[in-house]
Nanobody, 125 residues
Framework: QVQLVESGGGLVQAGGSLRLSCAASGRTFSSVAMGWFRQPPGKEREFVAAINWNWSGESTDYADSVKGRFTISRDKAKNTMWLQMNSLKPEDTAVYYC????????????????WGQGTQVTVSS
């Protein structure tokens, strides 16, 4: 089992920044992908960013809507992942979830095995 705990959400004005954290504990795998998803009010959960590391190195992927504004990073030794969110827009308002899977980066939520409880991000205009 893997446990994920998100933190760092809150209320911010448009143009502002927030940094989300996701702390992982429990079983680890040799090739792990960790991702951020978000669910805006009344909408489906959507992919935001993901990071993968294995013997060959590290790779990242971003949704087009956040490229150039959000940065995903991780500290493997601390089993922690972050999402730095800059130039926030009202449309970024959502509950943000971190998730993990054993394998490469995927952009489909259903391919992730473990999820955190979510943290609310609200961007005011």
């Amino acid at each position: 089992q893997v446990q994920l705990v998100e933190s760092g959400g809150g209320l911010v004005q448009a143009g502002g920044s927030l940094r989300l954290s996701c702390a992982a504990s429990g079983r680890t795998f040799s090739s792990v992908a960790m991702g951020w998803f978000r669910q805006p009010p009344g909408k489906e959960r959507e992919f935001v960013a993901a990071i993968n590391w294995n013997w060959s190195g590290e790779s990242t992927d971003y949704a087009d809507s956040v490229k150039g504004r959000f940065t995903i990073s991780r500290d493997k030794a601390k089993n922690t992942m972050w999402l730095q969110m800059n130039s926030l827009k009202p449309e970024d308002t959502a509950v943000y979830y971190c998730a993990t899977r054993n394998g490469p980066v995927m952009t489909v939520a259903g391919r992730y095995d473990y999820w955190g409880q979510g943290t609310q991000v609200t961007v005011s205009s």
